[in-house]
């Protein structure tokens, strides 16, 4: 499985940007969420967005909830996060992340998905 994220750049606050996780040896659809998560220089992964196949929804942290949108293309097998209103602390690595069965209290969790893609820089400056 592998998992291939891009789209990241450099932006300035107010400005959006599209980030996009396309997979391959693994069907989106078959897989119990796909993700979104971000890591800062000096702190932990944290949660960023992801999306359940089985209940069809999508699960936002409280910091981007209103400003990004998770998407997905099934023929393409393709996910998408489109980020809009970008602020400076929104500066991190992006990583797309699949879990095959992840159950519903692990949406947001780390440990929650088994395959990762290589992380996307993005740069917000103000």
């Known amino acids: 499985v592998q998992l291939q994220a891009c789209g990241g750049g450099l932006v300035q606050a107010g400005g959006s940007l599209r980030l996009s996780c396309a997979a391959s040896g693994l069907t989106f659809s078959s897989s119990g969420a796909m993700g979104w998560f971000r890591q800062a220089p000096g702190k932990e992964r944290e949660f960023v967005a992801a999306?359940?196949?089985?209940?069809?929804?999508?699960y936002y942290a409280d910091s981007v909830k209103g400003r990004f949108t998770i998407s997905k293309d099934n023929a393409k097998n393709t996910v998408y996060l489109q980020m809009n209103s970008l602020k400076p602390e929104d500066t991190a690595v992006y990583y797309c992340?699949?879990?095959?069965?992840?159950?519903?209290?692990?949406?947001?969790?780390?440990?929650?998905?088994?395959?990762w893609g290589q992380g996307t820089q993005v740069t917000v400056s103000s």
């Open positions: 999306f359940r196949w089985n209940n069809r929804r999508s």
């Open positions: 992340a699949a879990g095959r069965g992840t159950i519903l209290s692990m949406t947001r969790e780390v440990e929650g998905y088994n395959y």
